[in-house]
């Protein structure tokens, strides 16, 4: 007898293929889904971002904005909100934890894209978002037009230019150099080893600030029984800037070089008992605050002139110190920016690139300080 073949019903053949018809179209959606998905994170989005990207229904905009960096973080943000889209497209990444939050905090204050932009140039995280709290500024770029201003110092520009009557270039270099507080309070505290260290009346070195010292030699002294040191840098341009000084027939010295912060006790109270407080305040810089204490600067003296001003060292130094790495360091003219009378004897040692851009410019180090050197 020949055996019946079972057949199945045909409800159920029916429900089978529509079973196998979804698995393969669910199977080509998940192969489609994770080539696109990993085409997403080929082009600059993380994981949390290209499923943000799939939930908000933005693939065009990521598509036509690949590698954004400001885009993905969006993405990526509790903090994002599809009405700003357009905006963190246009703005720029910045590091911070806050930026989409800050983003939109100044696009509610009405500040285009490209005010946002040098806002988030001229701070960090916490200053962009301090900042964004003010009611909008009208005219951001009267003071941020110039790259080194700082975000932070809004109010500071705004008082100083007020009472000062300065210009917002001017304005700016001071209030960066903190000329708009009073000398010797709240002082940055000063780390720094290198030949760009900045010493003055607002930078403070402190009492156990020592650099590498060498000694200079005695033949290239005015005293020759002195004992006079410097960094390895400064005293070996030193010498050679002397030894090119007497192939044209002069008689270059150096005087002084580093001094400890107790040796610059020692010179402020010996002034301040010769002549009182009122001239140590105006002529004599407070332990702690004076450049010598670096190590890069020296007081030079001619060998044939008591008076060094007059003699044709100075005018030669004037000339050539900058080809050595040295400045002119406390002249007449930046008085209102170094706070030190003009002394004809004082140049310090900033390194030959730094000291041709200082010369050509014809600034003060503050001034390259500020522009070039305060990061």
Request: hydrophobic share 30%; with cysteine.
């Amino acid at each position: 007898m020949k055996k019946k073949k079972l057949k199945m019903k045909k409800p159920l053949r029916i429900f089978i293929k529509v079973v196998v018809t979804i698995l393969i179209i669910l199977l080509i959606f998940f192969i489609e889904y994770t080539i696109v998905f990993d085409k997403f994170r080929s082009i600059g989005y993380s994981h949390d971002a290209t499923v943000k990207i799939f939930k908000e229904f933005k693939v065009s905009v990521a598509k036509d904005n690949p590698k954004n960096k400001t885009l993905n973080a969006a993405f990526e943000s509790k903090d994002y909100k599809e009405k700003n889209i357009k905006h963190y497209v246009n703005i720029k990444y910045h590091k911070g934890k806050d930026l989409i939050e800050n983003i939109n905090t100044l696009v509610s204050k009405k500040y285009t894209d490209r005010e946002t932009n040098i806002i988030f140039d001229h701070g960090d995280n916490d200053d962009v978002k301090e900042f964004a709290k003010k009611d909008k500024v009208k005219y951001i770029e009267e003071f941020y037009s110039y790259p080194y201003a700082k975000i932070k110092y809004y109010d500071r520009y705004n008082d100083f230019m007020n009472n000062e009557g300065d210009d917002e270039e001017d304005t700016v270099i001071k209030v960066n150099l903190d000329l708009d507080k009073e000398d010797y309070k709240d002082p940055i505290k000063i780390s720094d080893y290198s030949k760009n260290v900045l010493a003055n009346k607002h930078h403070y070195l402190g009492e156990n600030y020592t650099p590498k010292l060498i000694k200079v030699p005695s033949e290239y002294l005015l005293d020759k029984d002195e004992v006079v040191k410097g960094t390895n840098e400064a005293v070996t341009s030193a010498i050679k800037m002397i030894k090119d000084a007497k192939k044209d027939g002069l008689d270059l010295r150096i005087n002084s070089g580093y001094r400890s912060y107790k040796d610059q006790e020692g010179t402020y109270n010996y002034y301040k008992g010769l002549y009182g407080e009122d001239y140590c305040t105006k002529y004599v810089i407070l332990p702690g605050y004076s450049e010598h204490q670096t190590g890069y600067a020296f007081d030079f003296a001619s060998g044939s002139s008591n008076l060094f001003a007059n003699s044709k060292e100075y005018t030669w130094m004037v000339e050539n110190a900058y080809k050595y790495g040295f400045i002119y360091r406390y002249q007449k003219k930046f008085e209102d920016i170094t706070e030190i009378r003009h002394e004809a004897w004082h140049f310090r040692y900033v390194g030959i690139e730094n000291a041709k851009k200082i010369n050509d410019e014809g600034i003060s180090f503050e001034e390259y300080y500020v522009k070039y050197l305060d990061k």
